[in-house]
């Protein structure tokens, strides 16, 4: 059959075929915002680097938990996939232990306590494809009611401190706070020590003093480390770590007397902060 003898049905219908395959082309070119955006967070506490990437529904007039998210069955704590996490070293949960890795973070919630999930799926979809087999641990958050209402779901980190911090996971008047914690501290003082015996020429004296007094270190070799820093530079915030280290020792007078002048420099370089610091070391020393 040549073109002069195609029927006309069918060449309206080849064309109506090519014309839905052009449409459907341009149509798929064309992105359209995502209901449930997604996220990346990424937060460093101590030496460990935490990674969430999750997607944010919004409440959009709907009952969330009771409602659109049931108690009692497993959630995929967000939209669209579960929620990955993942941990460059080990970290504690709510006191839970857990090694580094790439995990899927999903939860139980519930209306006085909700149940929190490591599962090694990270890459599952929902609930749907969930295998309790794979969990890693499991362990309970209390659940607290906000006082105003978060409209899209979050997951951040705050009370961030060198060991710790809190991930909170937060959607319409609901928050269930996580602690997570740390262990870097045996590590790093081992790292100290080995450097400030070696032979290097510039030492961190000010930071391995500061690190020292900070996480219950030998405070004699906090003290050495602080004059040392101070014999290369007279600053009124070092020598306020000097004065703390004195008092922990139980030299007062000689805290005192650092205390002293280090509210004289600060006082030269208008740190109202640092004089106030000073004074109320004093005053405890008394």
């Not at 219908?13 to 449930?36: D, Q, R, Y």
């Amino acid at each position: 059959m040549n073109s002069k003898t195609i029927p006309f049905y069918f060449a309206i219908g080849c064309g109506l075929t090519i014309a839905s395959s052009v449409l459907a082309a341009e149509t798929a070119k064309i992105e359209f915002p995502a209901p449930s955006p997604g996220c990346t967070l990424k937060q460093r506490v101590g030496l460990t680097d935490i990674e969430v990437a999750y997607s944010r529904p919004g409440v959009k007039g709907r009952d969330i938990f009771g409602g659109l998210v049931p108690y009692g069955k497993v959630w995929r704590t967000g939209a669209n996939q579960a929620t990955k996490i993942i941990f460059s070293t080990p970290v504690k949960l709510n006191g839970t232990e857990i090694a580094a890795g790439t995990y899927a973070l999903m939860t139980i919630p519930g209306k006085d306590e909700w149940k929190v999930i490591i599962n090694k799926g990270s890459e599952q979809p929902g609930p749907y494809k969930y295998d309790e087999k794979l969990d890693v641990v499991r362990f309970s958050a209390t659940p607290v009611k906000l006082a105003h209402s978060v409209d899209s779901f979050t997951i951040e980190f705050n009370q961030i401190a060198d060991d710790s911090a809190v991930m909170d996971i937060s959607w319409d008047k609901t928050g269930v706070p996580i602690k997570v914690h740390v262990d870097f501290v045996d590590k790093l003082m081992s790292q100290v020590d080995s450097v400030m015996a070696s032979d290097e020429p510039k030492k961190p004296y000010f930071q391995a003093a500061q690190f020292y007094y900070n996480h219950g270190g030998d405070l004699q070799k906090a003290k050495k480390w602080i004059e040392a820093a101070l014999a290369e530079r007279d600053a009124h915030y070092m020598v306020y770590l000097k004065a703390q280290i004195l008092a922990k020792l139980g030299d007062k007078e000689g805290a005192i007397a650092a205390a002293k002048h280090s509210s004289e420099l600060a006082e030269k370089a208008n740190d109202l902060g640092y004089i106030k610091l000073n004074a109320d070391l004093i005053s405890t020393l008394k």
